[in-house]
T-cell receptor, first 112, second 114 residues
Framework: SQELEQSPQSLIVQEGKNLTINCTSS?????LYWYKQKYGEGLIFLMM?????EEKSHEKITAKLDEKKQQSSLHITASQPSHAGIYLC????????????FGKGTLLTVNP | DARVTQTPRHKVTEMGQEVTMRCQPI?????VFWYRQTMMQGLELLAY??????LDDSGMPKDRFSAEMPDATLATLKIQPSEPRDSAVYFC????WGPGYGYTFGSGTRLTVV
Protein backbone atom coordinates (compact mmCIF):
# COMPACT_ATOMS: atom_id res chain seq x y z
CA SER A 1 0.00 0.00 0.00
CA GLN A 2 1.06 3.57 -0.51
CA GLU A 3 2.74 5.27 2.44
CA LEU A 4 3.11 8.99 2.85
CA GLU A 5 5.78 10.55 5.03
CA GLN A 6 5.36 14.16 6.09
CA SER A 7 8.09 16.37 7.44
CA PRO A 8 8.45 18.05 9.75
CA GLN A 9 5.95 16.55 12.19
CA SER A 10 5.54 19.95 13.81
CA LEU A 11 6.70 23.45 13.10
CA ILE A 12 6.66 26.70 15.06
CA VAL A 13 7.29 29.92 13.16
CA GLN A 14 7.08 33.61 13.82
CA GLU A 15 4.36 35.51 12.00
CA GLY A 16 5.63 36.81 8.68
CA LYS A 17 8.11 34.00 8.11
CA ASN A 18 8.04 31.60 5.18
CA LEU A 19 7.86 27.85 5.68
CA THR A 20 7.81 24.59 3.76
CA ILE A 21 6.18 21.25 4.53
CA ASN A 22 7.18 18.13 2.62
CA CYS A 23 5.31 14.98 1.67
CA THR A 24 7.18 11.96 0.31
CA SER A 25 5.52 8.88 -1.10
CA SER A 26 6.77 5.31 -1.21
CA UNK A 27 5.18 4.95 -4.66
CA UNK A 28 4.43 7.10 -7.68
CA UNK A 29 1.78 9.67 -6.94
CA UNK A 30 -1.22 9.80 -9.24
CA UNK A 31 -3.11 12.41 -7.32
CA LEU A 32 -1.67 14.42 -4.44
CA TYR A 33 -4.04 16.31 -2.16
CA TRP A 34 -3.31 18.95 0.45
CA TYR A 35 -5.79 19.55 3.25
CA LYS A 36 -5.78 21.77 6.32
CA GLN A 37 -7.42 20.87 9.63
CA LYS A 38 -8.11 23.01 12.64
CA TYR A 39 -8.34 21.27 15.99
CA GLY A 40 -11.73 19.60 16.49
CA GLU A 41 -12.86 20.30 12.95
CA GLY A 42 -13.02 18.56 9.61
CA LEU A 43 -10.48 18.76 6.83
CA ILE A 44 -10.56 21.66 4.40
CA PHE A 45 -9.45 20.94 0.83
CA LEU A 46 -6.64 23.23 -0.31
CA MET A 47 -5.52 21.89 -3.68
CA MET A 48 -4.78 18.83 -5.75
CA UNK A 49 -1.81 18.10 -8.01
CA UNK A 50 -1.58 15.44 -10.68
CA UNK A 51 1.09 16.19 -13.20
CA UNK A 52 4.81 16.01 -12.58
CA UNK A 53 6.19 19.53 -12.20
CA GLU A 54 2.74 20.96 -11.54
CA GLU A 55 2.43 23.94 -9.21
CA LYS A 56 -0.73 25.49 -7.76
CA SER A 57 -1.41 28.40 -5.46
CA HIS A 58 -4.21 29.25 -3.06
CA GLU A 59 -3.84 32.70 -1.52
CA LYS A 60 -0.36 32.61 0.08
CA ILE A 61 -0.02 28.84 -0.11
CA THR A 62 1.81 27.18 -3.01
CA ALA A 63 2.13 23.45 -3.60
CA LYS A 64 4.37 21.64 -6.07
CA LEU A 65 4.62 18.07 -7.28
CA ASP A 66 8.10 17.05 -8.35
CA GLU A 67 8.84 15.67 -11.82
CA LYS A 68 9.19 12.11 -10.61
CA LYS A 69 5.86 12.40 -8.84
CA GLN A 70 7.02 10.99 -5.54
CA GLN A 71 7.29 14.15 -3.51
CA SER A 72 5.27 17.27 -2.93
CA SER A 73 6.01 20.44 -1.01
CA LEU A 74 3.67 23.02 0.48
CA HIS A 75 5.07 26.51 0.89
CA ILE A 76 3.50 29.31 2.88
CA THR A 77 4.71 32.83 2.26
CA ALA A 78 4.55 35.47 5.00
CA SER A 79 2.76 33.21 7.47
CA GLN A 80 -0.13 34.51 9.57
CA PRO A 81 -1.80 33.15 12.71
CA SER A 82 -4.72 32.09 10.48
CA HIS A 83 -2.38 29.59 8.79
CA ALA A 84 -2.02 27.64 12.03
CA GLY A 85 -3.39 24.10 12.02
CA ILE A 86 -2.58 20.62 10.83
CA TYR A 87 -1.60 20.18 7.20
CA LEU A 88 -2.21 16.74 5.72
CA CYS A 89 -1.14 15.36 2.41
CA UNK A 90 -3.23 12.63 0.84
CA UNK A 91 -2.69 10.51 -2.23
CA UNK A 92 -4.58 8.21 -4.54
CA UNK A 93 -3.15 5.00 -5.93
CA UNK A 94 -2.61 4.35 -9.60
CA UNK A 95 -4.82 2.69 -12.18
CA UNK A 96 -8.53 2.98 -11.59
CA UNK A 97 -8.19 2.86 -7.83
CA UNK A 98 -8.84 6.28 -6.35
CA UNK A 99 -8.54 5.20 -2.74
CA UNK A 100 -7.39 8.26 -0.81
CA UNK A 101 -4.92 7.72 2.05
CA PHE A 102 -3.13 10.30 4.18
CA GLY A 103 0.15 11.07 5.89
CA LYS A 104 0.28 11.71 9.63
CA GLY A 105 0.15 15.47 9.22
CA THR A 106 2.27 18.49 10.13
CA LEU A 107 1.21 20.68 13.04
CA LEU A 108 1.91 24.33 12.28
CA THR A 109 1.97 26.99 14.99
CA VAL A 110 2.34 30.63 14.01
CA ASN A 111 3.31 32.97 16.83
CA PRO A 112 2.17 36.57 16.54
CA ASP B 1 -22.02 25.96 0.17
CA ALA B 2 -22.78 22.24 -0.08
CA ARG B 3 -21.74 20.29 2.99
CA VAL B 4 -21.22 16.75 4.16
CA THR B 5 -23.35 16.34 7.28
CA GLN B 6 -22.36 13.93 10.02
CA THR B 7 -24.45 13.01 13.05
CA PRO B 8 -24.08 12.90 15.94
CA ARG B 9 -21.21 15.37 16.47
CA HIS B 10 -20.37 13.81 19.83
CA LYS B 11 -21.19 10.44 21.30
CA VAL B 12 -20.31 8.98 24.69
CA THR B 13 -21.23 5.37 25.19
CA GLU B 14 -20.46 2.49 27.46
CA MET B 15 -18.31 -0.40 26.37
CA GLY B 16 -20.35 -3.11 24.72
CA GLN B 17 -23.04 -0.80 23.36
CA GLU B 18 -23.87 -0.43 19.68
CA VAL B 19 -22.90 2.86 18.05
CA THR B 20 -24.26 4.13 14.75
CA MET B 21 -22.74 7.12 12.97
CA ARG B 22 -24.46 8.71 10.00
CA CYS B 23 -23.25 10.68 7.05
CA GLN B 24 -25.21 12.62 4.44
CA PRO B 25 -22.94 13.11 1.42
CA ILE B 26 -23.23 16.06 -0.91
CA UNK B 27 -26.04 15.53 -3.41
CA UNK B 28 -24.67 14.12 -6.64
CA UNK B 29 -21.38 12.85 -5.23
CA UNK B 30 -20.86 9.19 -6.08
CA UNK B 31 -17.99 8.36 -3.73
CA VAL B 32 -18.04 8.15 0.06
CA PHE B 33 -15.10 7.49 2.38
CA TRP B 34 -15.07 6.69 6.10
CA TYR B 35 -11.97 7.58 8.13
CA ARG B 36 -10.95 7.31 11.76
CA GLN B 37 -8.55 9.83 13.30
CA THR B 38 -6.50 9.33 16.46
CA MET B 39 -3.41 11.04 17.78
CA MET B 40 -1.38 7.85 17.51
CA GLN B 41 -2.46 6.55 14.11
CA GLY B 42 -3.48 9.72 12.33
CA LEU B 43 -6.19 9.47 9.67
CA GLU B 44 -6.95 5.85 8.80
CA LEU B 45 -9.14 4.80 5.91
CA LEU B 46 -11.82 2.40 7.09
CA ALA B 47 -14.03 1.89 4.03
CA TYR B 48 -15.19 3.53 0.85
CA UNK B 49 -18.07 3.29 -1.58
CA UNK B 50 -18.61 4.15 -5.21
CA UNK B 51 -22.17 4.46 -6.45
CA UNK B 52 -23.26 2.97 -3.09
CA UNK B 53 -21.26 -0.23 -3.68
CA UNK B 54 -18.55 -1.03 -1.11
CA LEU B 55 -15.15 -1.11 -2.83
CA ASP B 56 -12.80 -1.68 0.03
CA ASP B 57 -13.35 -2.14 3.74
CA SER B 58 -10.01 -3.74 4.51
CA GLY B 59 -9.23 -0.98 7.01
CA MET B 60 -12.12 -1.96 9.28
CA PRO B 61 -12.09 -4.53 12.09
CA LYS B 62 -14.58 -6.88 10.45
CA ASP B 63 -15.83 -8.54 13.60
CA ARG B 64 -17.29 -5.35 15.06
CA PHE B 65 -17.48 -2.67 12.35
CA SER B 66 -19.85 -2.48 9.43
CA ALA B 67 -20.41 0.22 6.82
CA GLU B 68 -23.39 0.57 4.50
CA MET B 69 -25.06 2.96 2.09
CA PRO B 70 -28.77 2.17 2.21
CA ASP B 71 -29.39 4.96 -0.30
CA ALA B 72 -27.47 7.72 -2.07
CA THR B 73 -28.22 10.24 0.67
CA LEU B 74 -27.09 8.18 3.65
CA ALA B 75 -23.96 6.30 4.68
CA THR B 76 -23.73 4.58 8.05
CA LEU B 77 -20.90 3.22 10.14
CA LYS B 78 -21.80 0.85 12.97
CA ILE B 79 -19.73 -0.53 15.79
CA GLN B 80 -21.10 -3.47 17.74
CA PRO B 81 -19.96 -4.06 20.41
CA SER B 82 -17.98 -0.89 21.04
CA GLU B 83 -14.68 -0.94 22.94
CA PRO B 84 -12.62 1.83 24.60
CA ARG B 85 -9.99 1.53 21.82
CA ASP B 86 -12.66 2.66 19.33
CA SER B 87 -12.59 6.13 20.88
CA ALA B 88 -11.62 8.48 18.06
CA VAL B 89 -13.01 11.05 15.66
CA TYR B 90 -14.76 9.45 12.69
CA PHE B 91 -14.92 11.40 9.44
CA CYS B 92 -16.97 10.93 6.34
CA UNK B 93 -15.93 12.46 3.01
CA UNK B 94 -17.69 12.56 -0.33
CA UNK B 95 -16.71 13.45 -3.87
CA UNK B 96 -16.67 12.34 -7.48
CA TRP B 97 -14.83 9.18 -8.41
CA GLY B 98 -11.84 9.82 -10.64
CA PRO B 99 -8.80 12.03 -11.02
CA GLY B 100 -8.90 15.75 -10.65
CA TYR B 101 -11.48 16.05 -7.88
CA GLY B 102 -11.12 17.05 -4.26
CA TYR B 103 -13.11 15.32 -1.57
CA THR B 104 -15.27 17.22 0.93
CA PHE B 105 -15.08 16.19 4.57
CA GLY B 106 -17.75 16.38 7.22
CA SER B 107 -17.11 17.83 10.68
CA GLY B 108 -16.73 14.39 12.20
CA THR B 109 -18.25 12.37 15.04
CA ARG B 110 -16.20 12.37 18.22
CA LEU B 111 -16.75 8.98 19.85
CA THR B 112 -15.81 8.21 23.43
CA VAL B 113 -16.28 4.68 24.71
CA VAL B 114 -16.02 4.36 28.49
Amino acid sequence: SQELEQSPQSLIVQEGKNLTINCTSSKTLYGLYWYKQKYGEGLIFLMMLQKGGEEKSHEKITAKLDEKKQQSSLHITASQPSHAGIYLCGATSGGSNYKLTFGKGTLLTVNP
Amino acid sequence: DARVTQTPRHKVTEMGQEVTMRCQPILGHNTVFWYRQTMMQGLELLAYFRNRAPLDDSGMPKDRFSAEMPDATLATLKIQPSEPRDSAVYFCASGFWGPGYGYTFGSGTRLTVV
